[in-house]
């Protein structure tokens, strides 16, 4: 026997000779990986709304909250005026943030919605806010937070009818009485 015939073949009884065998590999499971995960990835393409039209509703609600903080930020009473119903507490909450107006140069609020209740027509907000009130550059500001209950009504057109707790509408006028209990006291 010639040395080079034994070499062209190989033995299958010797660990290397397993080496020399081409590998058999078989695509299927490969072709299945690669459908199953295109598949999925085709199902989970996006998320469909179930009730669309409370789903537009709280944006709506969501549009409104928005609309109110910008108007007083804004230091813009008409359309503060224009999102709120013509009720007496409304009237005084106006004018304290009129107050406010001519009071600070500078506003900044920001609202966090905590949750909406929502019962036939009447909708309660609860807001945690927190704001800076300047009143002029140079001023450091006064800060303040709180939370409150936003009371609005409607369901196409959102009005505001109430609102309850720390109200971020009036520091000027809460300052002006803070600062009246203090001073009395160190007398």
Same mark, same amino acid.
């Given at each position: 026997?010639?040395?080079? /015939?034994?070499?062209?073949?190989?033995?299958?009884?010797?660990? =290397? #000779?397993? =080496?020399?065998?081409?590998?058999?590999?078989?695509?299927?499971?490969?072709?299945?990986?690669?459908?199953?995960? #295109?598949?999925?990835?085709?199902?989970?393409?996006?998320?469909?709304?179930?009730?669309?039209?409370?789903?537009?509703?709280?944006?709506?609600?969501?549009?409104?909250?928005?609309?109110?903080?910008?108007?007083?930020?804004?230091?813009?009473?008409?359309?503060?005026?224009?999102?709120?119903?013509?009720?007496?507490?409304? /009237?005084?909450?106006?004018?304290? #943030?009129?107050?406010?107006?001519?009071?600070?140069?500078?506003?900044?609020?920001?609202?966090?919605?905590?949750?909406?209740?929502?019962?036939?027509?009447?909708?309660?907000?609860?807001?945690? *806010?927190?704001?800076?009130?300047?009143?002029?550059?140079?001023?450091?500001?006064?800060?303040?937070?709180?939370?409150?209950?936003?009371? *609005?009504?409607? =369901?196409?057109?959102?009005?505001?009818?109430?609102? /309850?707790?720390?109200?971020?509408?009036?520091?000027?006028?809460?300052?002006?009485?803070?600062?009246?209990?203090?001073?009395?006291?160190?007398?």
């Amino acid at each position: 026997m010639d040395a080079s /015939q034994a070499l062209d073949l190989p033995d299958r009884h010797f660990y =290397t #000779a397993i =080496t020399m065998v081409p590998c058999k590999f078989s695509l299927f499971p490969v072709l299945i990986l690669l459908g199953s995960i #295109a598949f999925f990835s085709a199902g989970c393409g996006g998320k469909k709304v179930q009730y669309p039209e409370d789903h537009e509703r709280y944006l709506r609600i969501d549009r409104a909250v928005e609309a109110l903080r910008l108007a007083y930020v804004r230091e813009d009473s008409s359309n503060m005026a224009a999102l709120m119903m013509p009720t007496d507490p409304l /009237q005084r909450l106006k004018e304290e #943030a009129q107050g406010d107006f001519e009071t600070f140069s500078t506003i900044t609020l920001d609202f966090a919605i905590e949750r909406i209740m929502i019962d036939g027509d009447n909708i309660d907000v609860f807001v945690h *806010w927190q704001g800076l009130w300047k009143k002029n550059g140079d001023d450091s500001g006064l800060r303040q937070r709180g939370h409150s209950k936003l009371q *609005w009504v409607g =369901t196409e057109s959102i009005l505001l009818r109430g609102i /309850q707790g720390d109200s971020p509408f009036g520091i000027q006028a809460r300052q002006a009485t803070t600062d009246s209990t203090r001073s009395s006291k160190k007398k």
